[in-house]
């Protein structure tokens, strides 16, 4: 009797694990290609949160035109899809023709459209431009087990101020009001 238990016990380990490995594995095993649909799907549905499961918990997101890399996925999520999702609420990001796949990598050509509604894009003091762009970029990615690990995304940062309609370098803040004078 406990031989027949313990060979049911064994049957329904196999029944629930297995699956679950074999779903496990096929994620950690996804092409990048699948990697960045999924990804570029939850860009687009302006879910910054679900765009970040796609990175690897050290991801460096490296962004050209800013020139100083994002380490870490809380960091990419914050200072840069959270931030244009939240710039141009109405965001979309396509990729254009097809994409180069080697082994764990892909490179991409996309344009990026939508209007600066949402916060201001640099200069605060302007406030969001109400300007629409179309953006035409590449990026690089490299993914391991299911992950993104680096992403580089190349663009002109100066046809991307224009477009939004910022000048080339922001004016500075105005100064604080100076106290009234004291009555005598």
């Excluded at 016990?9 to 096929?26: E, N, T, Y």
């Excluded at 991307?160 to 080339?168: D, E, I, K, S, Y």
Aim: net charge neutral; glycine share 8%; with cysteine.
């Amino acid at each position: 009797m406990k031989i027949a238990s313990l060979q049911r016990l064994a049957q329904f380990a196999r029944m629930a694990v297995v699956p679950a490995l074999m779903v496990a594995a096929s994620a950690a095993h996804a092409g990048p290609q699948e990697i960045v649909k999924k990804y570029m799907a939850a860009w687009n549905a302006h879910n910054y949160n679900e765009a970040a499961l796609s990175f690897d918990y050290d991801v460096e997101y490296f962004d050209a035109s800013v020139g100083t890399p994002q380490f870490g996925i809380v960091t990419a999520r914050d200072n840069v899809i959270k931030f244009f999702v939240q710039a141009f609420p109405d965001a979309k990001w396509t990729m254009e023709g097809k994409p180069l796949v080697q082994g764990d990598s892909i490179a991409f050509r996309w344009v990026f459209t939508g209007k600066n509604t949402g916060i201001p894009v640099d200069c605060p003091d302007m406030g969001p431009t109400g300007k629409a762009i179309d953006l035409h970029g590449v990026s690089m990615i490299h993914t391991k087990n299911g992950r993104i690990t680096y992403q580089g995304d190349f663009y002109d940062a100066l046809t991307f101020r224009n477009q939004v309609g910022l000048p080339a370098v922001c004016p500075p803040p105005a100064a604080p009001a100076a106290p009234a004078p004291a009555a005598s």
